[in-house]
C-alpha cells in the first residue's frame, strides 16, 4: 500500500508565500517523477511543478509560475517541497503531490486548499 501526503497549504494574502511538503511511503520500488499539480474549481488538473528524478533531477514548471515557484525534493526520501512566493489571487486552487513510480504506477495526495486573497 502507498500513502502519499500533503501538508502546508492554507490562506495567504496576495504577494505571501507559502510551503508545501509532500512525502510518500509503503511498497514503492523507485520514484521517476514526483511534483505537484492544483485543480482550481470547474477546471482541470493542470501541472504546477515536477522532479524528474530518473532524469538527473531536472525540473519542470508551468509558465504561470516561473520565477516565483521553486520545487525541492529528496529521492532517497521520496519527498518533494514546493515553495511559493509573491502569490497571485489566480494561484487559488486545491494543490496536489503526485509520484510516478519506475514501474509505471501513478499515485496521487489527498490534495490540500491553497487560497489567495486579493
Known amino acids: 500500500q502507498v500513502q502519499v501526503v500533503e501538508s502546508g497549504g492554507g490562506l495567504v494574502q496576495a504577494g505571501g508565500s507559502l510551503r508545501l511538503s509532500c512525502a510518500a511511503s509503503?511498497?514503492?520500488?523507485?520514484?521517476?517523477?514526483m511534483g505537484w499539480y492544483r485543480q482550481a474549481p470547474g477546471k482541470q488538473r493542470d501541472l504546477v511543478a515536477i522532479i524528474i528524478y530518473g532524469g538527473a533531477g531536472s525540473t519542470n514548471y508551468a509558465d504561470s509560475v516561473k520565477g516565483r515557484f521553486t520545487i525541492s525534493g529528496d529521492n532517497a526520501k521520496k519527498s518533494v517541497s514546493l515553495q511559493m512566493n509573491s502569490l497571485k489571487p489566480e494561484d487559488t486552487a486545491v494543490y496536489y503531490c503526485?509520484?510516478?513510480?519506475?514501474?509505471?504506477?501513478?499515485?496521487w495526495g489527498q490534495g490540500t486548499q491553497v487560497t489567495v486573497s486579493s
Open positions: 503526485g509520484i510516478q513510480t519506475s514501474d509505471h504506477r501513478l499515485y
Open positions: 509503503g511498497n514503492i520500488f523507485s520514484v521517476d517523477v
